[in-house]
Each structure stands twice: as C-alpha cells, then as structure tokens.
T-cell receptor
Framework: AQSVSQHNHHVILSEAASLELGCNYSYGGTVNLFWYVQYPGQHLQLLLKYFSGDPLVKGIKGFEAEFIKSKFSFNLRKPSVQWSDTAEYFCAVEGSNYKLTFGKGTLLTVNP | EPEVTQTPSHQVTQMGQEVILRCVPISNHLYFYWYRQILGQKVEFLVSFYNNEISEKSEIFDDQFSVERPDGSNFTLKIRSTKLEDSAMYFC??????????FGEGSRLTVL
C-alpha cells in the first residue's frame, strides 16, 4: 500500500523567503505524484503533478517540485513566497483505481 | 470552468441520524471519490466508484456508509447512523481517469 510522509507540520516564513516543503512516498509501482493546495475556507486545488519525463515539474503560481526517484521524494519549492501563499499544502501519490493517498499536510503561514 | 459541486455546505445532525451528502461531479468524468478530513488531520480516502460500482474502499468505509449514483449526474454518500467521530469535512472528487482529481468545496458534517 502506498503512503506519503510530509515532514513539516507548520512552516512560518516572511514574505520573499524561499520555501521548500518535504514529501517522501512509498509505493511499489510507477508513481504519479501531486501537490494540492487548500486555501483557507476553500477546496483542494491542484498545484502541480508529475507523471513521467522531466523530474523538475513547474506548476501554478511559481511553484515547482522535483521528483528524485532514488530518495523517494517529491519536494515542493518556491523561490519567493507571498502572503497569499498562506494555505495548507498536501502531497499525494496515485495508486490503483486512480486513488490518491495524501500526506498529513503542511500548513504554511507567510507573514507580511 | 467545470467544477464539482457539493451540497449541503454544512450539516448539523444528532448522533444516530441518517445523513446524505450530495455531489455533482464534472459531467464527462468516469471516476468518483469520497474523501474526508477530520479537523486537524489529513485527507483520508473513503471510497472510489466506477462503472456504477465501488472499485475500492478503505477500512473507514464500513457498513454504515454507502454510495450511490442514482440518476447519472448525482453521486451521494449516505451515513446510516451517524457517530460523533463522523464529524469531518467530506470531499467529493471526480476524474476522467488521466490522473488529476477535481475536488468539490466540501460538506462539513457536525454530529452532536
């Protein structure tokens, strides 16, 4: 069975700081990986996804993630965060039946 | 842009009562899901549905839960006899099967 670990429960940054959120997964097959974001009071939205090809994936709003197969990792990065990036971020791995297994989430607070 | 819609946005019920949460998936999608998120915890998979039957369910999805696609557009989650621990945000999602799940805004269930 697949599982996802997100190392940081709550990250607090100032605007313009760089961001890296860790995600490690375990899954026996070919992986499809996702980062979803949940802004306060809103639904889950897709930030970016990795299926195959270039391991450096670019998503919306300046986010990117790097798939490192040898480390079973898919860390999310952004060079300069904004106050509007305050949200909860979920890493997910896709298994059978296109089912997603989510990590516990990382709450990002960006102070102006 | 097509979206997944859920009703009600918030339901308060007494323990032991039946609850039905409704979802209208994106119209050309074939895979449907229910997830839940207990306050402060991660998003958990409940059930996936394809071709008019359950394709996978988690251990959370016990005999108190059922899903139905009664009319080709709605996708419902029924909890027969609610318990306090069923209090959570329930998310419906749909997919065309190419990897990305589209989530609704969620239905918050409060069991008293």
């Amino acid at each position: 069975a697949q599982s996802v670990s997100q190392h940081n429960h709550h990250v607090i940054l100032s605007e313009a700081a760089s961001l890296e959120l860790g995600c490690n997964y375990s899954y026996g097959g070919t992986v499809n990986l996702f980062w979803y974001v949940q802004y306060p009071g809103q639904h889950l939205q897709l930030l970016l996804k990795y299926f195959s090809g270039d391991p450096l994936v670019k998503g919306i709003k300046g986010f990117e993630a790097e798939f490192i197969k040898s480390k079973f990792s898919f860390n999310l990065r952004k060079p300069s965060v904004q106050w509007s990036d305050t949200a909860e971020y979920f890493c997910a791995v896709e298994g059978s039946n296109y089912k997603l297994t989510f990590g516990k989430g990382t709450l990002l607070t960006v102070n102006p | 842009e097509p979206e997944v819609t859920q009703t009600p946005s918030h339901q308060v019920t007494q323990m032991g009562q039946e609850v039905i949460l409704r979802c209208v998936p994106i119209s050309n999608h074939l895979y449907f899901y229910w997830y839940r998120q207990i306050l402060g915890q991660k998003v958990e998979f409940l059930v996936s549905f394809y071709n008019n039957e359950i394709s996978e369910k988690s251990e959370i999805f016990d005999d108190q839960f059922s899903v139905e696609r009664p009319d080709g557009s709605n996708f419902t989650l029924k909890i027969r006899s609610t318990k306090l621990e069923d209090s959570a945000m329930y998310f419906c999602a749909s997919s065309s099967g190419v990897g990305e799940l589209f989530f609704g805004e969620g239905s918050r269930l409060t069991v008293l």
